[in-house]
């Protein structure tokens, strides 16, 4: 069993602990939040010990891996803190929202030869797992054009933004990463423009609500990414491949697949699974299981900080792009 302290108690923290307690191979130990009043009911939940102290879980003798579900500013140092005693992490995305930082601490991490998975939960979906198993398979041939459309419900909180890094850092990461997993090569080039079409004040931190990115790997192939903040009809994932002999595509869930018929509709469904929570439950599932499986049997992990600096990388080009009105190279 893979003794594992859960390091942050908010929304995705509280998703990680139950993944954790419901695994038949780790322990939930701790869960620890600075904050006694938000830690105590999700420990409690799950038999495991609440504790305030990060650093003091960490370093617990019978945790052997650490998931940091804390907030992006406080990740590096308890990455590092447990690469240096030698704890497996699973951190969250984005590494930091500082590009020096995480490159740093990425090459901290492979000097000490800490075992690292960043938290592209994406793909851990069965679906996009299963594309990237067909591409694999060859049964699309050679990948040309990956197009992601990854739209959010609603707008985050004014406080969330404020401090998120802005829409390529904070959402886009996930595309981005996801677009260099099904492309199979580094894209080279960034384009990316955005715009403020819900809320003006995102001038305020140089951000936006909508933006489009353009990517381009070394032998052509494309990927094109479209993000907004606000979609009236709920949370879009979707995900096309074109390759040379086919294309895969996939559709968006809901609670059922009911289709409701009458004389002012027809196939009219249900909405849209809410957010992230409810749509990638799975795939947070999934990604428990490879990082417990990873630690338990002592194999490669299924994605490395590396994958998260480059995500980062990308990001910070299209922050470029769009401030500039020109094509980045990376
Ligand atoms: N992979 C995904 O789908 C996904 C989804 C949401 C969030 N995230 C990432 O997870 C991280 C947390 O996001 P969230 O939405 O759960 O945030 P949140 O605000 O809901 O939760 C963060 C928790 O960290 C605690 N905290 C605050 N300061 C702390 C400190 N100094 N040390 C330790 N803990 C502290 C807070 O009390 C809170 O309980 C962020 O890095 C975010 O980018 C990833």
Not at 269 to 289: K, V
């Amino acid at each position: 069993m893979v003794g594992i302290a859960v390091l942050g108690a908010g929304r995705i923290g509280k998703i990680h602990a139950a993944n954790v307690a419901a695994s038949s191979k780790a322990t939930l130990i701790a869960v620890a939040d600075p904050f006694a009043e938000v830690v105590e009911p999700v420990a409690a939940s799950h038999g495991a010990e609440a504790m305030t102290d990060c650093m003091a879980a960490i370093a617990r003798p019978d945790v052997d891996a650490v998931v940091i579900g804390t907030p992006t500013d406080t990740h590096v140092g308890f990455l590092l803190k447990a690469v240096e005693l030698g704890k497996a992490v699973l951190c969250e995305k984005p590494i930091d929202l500082d590009m020096t930082e995480s490159e740093s601490a990425a090459a901290e991490i492979e000097r000490v030869g800490g075992r690292v998975m960043l938290a592209f939960n994406r793909r851990f979906d069965s679906t996009f797992a299963e594309m990237r198993r067909a591409i694999d398979a060859g049964r699309i041939g050679e990948v040309r054009q990956v197009i992601i459309s990854s739209r959010d419900p609603g707008m985050p909180p004014a406080s969330y933004v404020k401090s998120s890094g802005g829409i390529f850092r904070d959402m886009t990461i996930h595309d981005l990463d996801m677009a260099r997993w099904l492309l199979g090569e580094e894209p080279v080039l960034v384009t990316a423009i955005g715009a403020r079409l819900i809320d003006p004040t995102l001038s305020d931190y140089d951000d936006y609500d909508t933006a489009m990115v353009l990517l381009q790997t070394e032998s052509g192939r494309q990927a094109h990414i479209n993000n907004c903040r606000e979609a009236v009809y709920g949370y879009d994932q979707r995900v096309e491949v074109l390759g040379a002999t086919g294309m895969l595509t996939q559709d968006n869930l809901r609670p059922t697949t009911m289709r409701f018929t009458n004389a002012e509709f027809t196939d009219a469904r249900e909405p849209l699974l809410n957010f992230f929570l409810e749509r990638y439950t799975q795939a947070y599932r999934a990604e428990m299981e490879a990082f417990i499986d990873a630690v338990a049997g002592g194999k490669s992990m299924p994605t490395s900080v590396r994958d998260g600096v480059q995500a980062l990388r990308l990001a910070e080009c299209a922050v470029e792009s769009a401030r500039t009105g020109r094509a980045v190279s990376v």
